[in-house]
């Protein structure tokens, strides 16, 4: 192969990676965290404590103090699964971490993570998502309707 069919040859290959890297990643790319969850207006008179149903995640007890939340949800898949909450509301948004403290005798390890929710208008209803560690995101939806108050 001559110098310039090699240079070529290179040249076609590094525009060829170049294609790839920009497919895989994508143009512009999938809108970050915070952009899927934007707080709206405050809810006037909301209050969040209570029982919540969540088919996903089970029995919730949520307490509200003021912006704070803190609580706990009944993981259907046993009491290994299940674990505590604390967060905050933002306008009519409810950020929180979530701890699932594990038990290792089961071999279940401990996992933490954060969701994000949508507030319904008349405070009964939470729409959101769900991550590991520090997104939001990457775990899938997570929804609950207040039954007690």
Not at 106 to 119: C, D, E, L, N, Q
């Amino acid at each position: 192969m001559s110098s310039g069919s090699v240079r070529i040859a290179f040249a076609l290959a590094a525009a060829a990676v170049a294609l790839a890297g920009a497919a895989l990643t994508g143009c512009g790319g999938a809108p970050s965290q915070g952009d899927a969850f934007q707080p709206g207006p405050a809810i006037p008179g909301l209050n969040l404590s209570g029982r919540w149903y969540s088919q996903d995640f089970g029995d919730m007890e949520l307490t509200q103090t003021g912006p704070k939340v803190t609580g706990r949800y009944e993981h259907p898949r046993g009491p290994e699964h299940n674990g505590t909450i604390r967060g905050d509301i933002l306008g009519d948004l409810l950020r929180i971490e979530w701890i699932q403290p594990g038990d290792t005798a089961a071999a279940v390890f401990p996992i933490r993570g954060r969701a994000a929710f949508r507030i319904a208008k008349d405070g009964k209803k939470l729409d959101g998502r769900w991550g590991y560690e520090d997104n939001e995101m990457d775990g899938g939806t997570w929804r609950a309707e207040k039954s007690q108050y």
